[in-house]
């Protein structure tokens, strides 16, 4: 019986390692707007009381949260349109798959891009692109896997890398954008199936990056951490497979008590049988 369950484990993507976070709470979140779903990207503000998230369709989303005793009760949506290039144009077809969102201590807002892999800043998420940043590296990442995450630390840096790196055996490479000039700040390692699909820069200075394993059945999700320069790496979650949807963003953030969050929010591809699933996990340590 025992090679039983065993195999049962592992056909279900069961957990091998501890976990070093605890679930907090799971919000379903609905609107009727034909445009809602496809979230690819969330930054949580003000102690987990405000948002800005971007689906991959190019639209940018912001507004409040609720809570009651730290779970989320409900999100208001206070405006909602299509993100604007340097022209002043609405981003459309291959060129609007925005995928990863930071947020600078200056307020400025970057988002991350697939199809024309680059990365557009603002200071009014409503108006137009201060920037598109770049860089003839990004030619040679693979189609519809290119910029999928992105993170900036206290000082203004970005962080970006790739959803796949190009082969299994090889490192994601972590792009930095410091004072104008694209760089690789640090490789990451790929572990078993996973590919990266968010990553933020918390409170305590270090990287996070969530990475996602579609089973055939379901998904996977695990969050690793690293220090900025690529070292001290950590696993603080793994889920068993269809513990939650498709978790491709990722914001942590501290309450009044600096106590650390992680909020996770699920693509649900625009189809019916999934869901716009928001998931929080404390970070133990």
Known sequence: MRWIAATFALLMGCSPVPQK????????????HQTFGGMSGIEVLDHGTRYVAINDKGFIRQGAI????????????????????????????HLSDSEGIAIGGDGLVHISFEGLARVLSYDDIHGTALVSARDETFDDLQFNASLEALAIDKDGTLYTLPERSGRANRPFPVFRLRDGKWDTAFEVPRRGTFLAVGAD?????????????????GFRSRVRRFDLSGNAEEILLQTANATHDNLEGISVWADPDGVLTMTLIADDNFKFFQHTEIVEYRIDG
Do not use: A, C, H, M
């Open 21 to 32: 976070t605890t679930l907090v709470g799971q919000f379903i979140w609905t609107d009727d």
């Open 66 to 93: 609720s809570r009651t005793d730290g779970q989320i009760t409900d999100i208001t949506i206070e405006s909602q349109e299509r993100l604007r290039n340097i022209w002043g144009e609405r981003v459309r077809g």
């Open 201 to 217: 820069i918390g409170p305590d200075d270090r990287f996070y990056l969530l990475e996602r394993d579609f089973t055939g059945v």
